[in-house]
């Protein structure tokens, strides 16, 4: 099994996602948010690239089956329902609902990984859960952190190198890790105690303490706040344990 | 001041070089090759990219006026005077010698960067003067690993945190770190007692190893063996002292 880390979000070599599990990271915020929403209760997310693609795509939606979520300079969009702070995600307000997603690199991320073979959902809030599933899955792994605008992120990578931490621990078989995945653990090591810490240092946990949303720091530095993994297939962010029911239904059909 | 360091090879975007210092380095071997070679009193350095062309360079100039030198694979090239271990450029082989040099990472890396302003040849033999120079051009920095066949570089990496720990403590105003140069930063402190170990620990470290050359891992870990800054401009690397005395005759002609 080889773990490798991506430290800047440029669409990866065919070689290095074919077959691979990928977990896409985007600690502030998008992917804590999907997280976050799915945990409570939404029904499924689809993440796109343009403002313009998630309103079209909401136009042929029932209004009271769809969210329309998402950030432009960490900002909710003005026609949208809900911002990008995965606190605004509660039940009330997504519960059995569709999702319809645009921030600036994390909904992005999925598109560029998208011929992985398992795309999973990786945020602080459901790391535990996102190992004990790669270590199932047992395949070579490759760990996206979404960035910060098109750059290295101090937080995603620190997310990133917890997963790699937590797998080696728990894995009875060697693992082979590149450069890149030893150096997101050193680092990752080195906030252990204060992952909080990571956030203010970084360059977009900065800019969101200058956005008013300090708050969201805190929020999304809590680890392991639950179990589920959503995965993201044909365009579609679903909780695994709803697309394992979805393939049994396929296959009752048969 | 701005210090940014570049994770990972790939052409740096205009912004990113425009009027910039940029630091080059390859330290397994090319940029220690450089340093070492003009140290021991090379006149000047062509890096280039393909063998062909350093045959060619080679063919039109007096035999005894050049070195060829490079490798494929960590090896000697079979037609080239000298492979790529930095303990073979030594005064007897190189003294007032053109080297016209191809390898892997490092010399690609000098075309990749080569509209930046001032374009430094950094390794851990000249690490200090390194510092010193870029404190004295006061100017925002560009750090730029020349990768393990186009990914990240534990140990090029390491030299480059080692920079921005040398630039950080010396600077009396405030220098802006990216999350790349934290990162950087805090994965020299980790290796800062034992640099070896992370020679070692890494990809490239291994391979050398496994092609017998594992002399040269300590031989290229020695910090400041020289105050020696190599500066590449306009195709060729030149001493920044060979070059201002240029700049002087340049002038008096004038």
Redesign the interface.
Known sequence: MEVDIQ??P?PPNLHLLSGRVVVVIDVLRATSVMVHAMSEGALEIIPVTTIEEALKMAKGLPWNSIVLGGERGSKKIPEFDLGNSPREYVAERVKGKKLILTTTNGTKAFHLVSLGKDILVGSFFNIGAIAKRCLELDRNLLIFPSG?EG????ED?ICGGMLIELITKKRRKPIAL???S??AQ??YK?FEENLLEAFY????GKELINRGFEEDLAYCAQVDTTDIVPVFRDGVIRTDRMQRADGRRQKAKR
Chains 1, 2 share one sequence.
């Open positions: 430290f800047v440029f910060d750059n290295f992120s101090l990578t590149t450069d890149a030893q150096c050193i680092l080195k240092l970084s360059h977009h």
